[in-house]
């Protein structure tokens, strides 16, 4: 999917350096989370997924992406979900977790990507989410 260019718009990156497997939104977290979002919506009318770098810290790993989706409206807006997860990646509890996927509203893609762009401003990550394909979660589909 093509980067929005809009003057000031977010400009998704390749993943930095250190993310490893967790971070380009791949993995076992990333593959469950997956799971959980095709439960609710249709990959093929998904139009962007953004993810976070994961954090790992004792023993467990969360996740967070922003999932865009193709809707009706006459005006292109796009509907929004955030998508988080835990995975128990030590111990054994190993594998298991907690998978949410809310749909938390309604937005035009310019705005969305101002909002993503606020997040690294505000949240003090100097690592922007890196905006991925639907087919990097669901190839062949």
């Keep these: 999917m093509a980067a929005i260019t809009a003057p000031g718009a977010f400009q998704p990156l390749a993943p930095p350096p250190g993310w490893g497997a967790g971070g380009s939104g791949k993995g076992?977290?990333?593959a469950k989370l997956a799971a959980a979002v095709e439960a609710q919506v249709p990959p093929a009318e998904i139009a962007t997924i953004y993810v976070f770098r994961p954090i790992k810290r004792d023993g467990k790993?969360?996740?967070?992406?922003?999932?865009?989706?193709k809707s009706d409206t006459a005006d292109g807006r796009l509907r929004v979900y955030t998508a988080k997860?835990?995975?128990?990646?030590?111990?054994?509890?190993?594998?298991?977790?907690?998978?949410?996927?809310?749909?938390?509203?309604?937005?035009?893609a310019a705005?969305?990507?101002q909002v993503m762009q606020a997040i690294v401003?505000?949240?003090g990550d100097t690592e922007p989410p890196v905006e991925l394909a639907p087919t990097a979660w669901y190839e062949g589909r």
């Design 28 to 30: 076992p977290g990333w």
């Design 61 to 69: 790993e969360w996740g967070t992406a922003v999932v865009t989706r």
């Design 85 to 108: 997860y835990m995975l128990v990646v030590r111990g054994k509890e190993r594998g298991q977790g907690k998978f949410e996927v809310v749909e938390v509203g309604l937005s035009p």
């Design 111 to 113: 705005v969305l990507a």
């Design 121 to 123: 401003d505000r949240g």
